[in-house]
T-cell receptor
Framework: GQQVMQIPQYQHVQEGEDFTTYCNSS?????IQWYKQRPGGHPVFLIQ?????EVKKQKRLTFQFGEAKKNSSLHITATQTTDVGTYFC?????????FGAGTILRVKS | DVKVTQSSRYLVKRTGEKVFLECVQD?????MFWYRQDPGLGLRLIYF???????EKGDIPEGYSVSREKKERFSLILESASTNQTSMYLC???FGPGNEQFFGPGTRLTVL
């Protein structure tokens, strides 16, 4: 079935360091969504990217959609302890979303 | 605010039991989804529904069935629970198939 690859699986950073997670697909994506799941919580929608080369910012978070619409990234500048959790990308495929395996972010204070 | 609720946060059942997981959303969403979440595997779609009484298999439907008799309610049924169905089950809903999904708090099911 359709698959979106997400890397890294896990990252442990010092508070104040930057963090990036990447999603890659073998096919052209119509759009991509990003979700965050806090420890013990449920996934919460962050953003959707639709256009080729699109860049969107939410405070310290920067989301990018590749020019070929086959990859996307989420970059967090100067991580804080409140950023801990699992970040998922998801691609639209037919009537459903296909989620990446997620990147677990841990922040050392 | 969209609210998606699930009937239980934690559930413990025995092998062979029939298990019902209920999900209710209050935003008149057309689409509802059931996922299971296991470490390292992300969210895997079990079943989804885009209308009352309509259902479609997701990526891992084996051992599960669903029911959607009313628009706001989507039930996941484990006909005969097995230990490999021990997992976190998440329900979600969305206005349209490609729209953002709103998740419930999840049910952690343990099958002994």
């Amino acid at each position: 079935g359709q698959q979106v690859m997400q890397i890294p699986q896990y990252q442990h950073v010092q508070e104040g360091e930057d963090f990036t997670t990447y999603c890659n697909s073998s096919t052209t994506l119509s759009n991509i969504q990003w979700y965050k799941q806090r420890p013990g919580g449920h996934p919460v929608f962050l953003i959707q990217l639709v256009k080729s080369g699109e860049v969107k910012k939410q405070k310290r978070l920067t989301f990018q959609f590749g020019e070929a619409k086959k990859n996307s990234s989420l970059h967090i500048t100067a991580t804080q302890t409140t950023d801990v959790g699992t970040y998922f990308c998801a691609e639209e495929y037919g009537n459903k979303l296909v989620f990446g395996a997620g990147t677990i972010l841990r922040v050392k204070s | 605010d969209v609210k998606v609720t699930q009937s239980s946060r934690y559930l413990v059942k025995r092998t062979g039991e029939k298990v019902f997981l209920e999900c209710v959303q209050d935003m008149d969403h057309e689409n509802m989804f059931w996922y299971r979440q296991d470490p390292g595997l992300g969210l895997r779609l079990i079943y989804f529904s885009y209308d009352v009484k309509m259902k479609e298999k997701g990526d891992i439907p084996e051992g599960y069935s669903v029911s959607r008799e009313k628009k706001e309610r989507f039930s996941l049924i484990l006909e005969s629970a097995s230990t490999n169905q021990t997992s976190m089950y998440l329900c979600a809903s969305s206005f349209g198939p490609g729209n953002e999904q709103f998740f419930g708090p999840g049910t952690r099911l343990t099958v002994l």
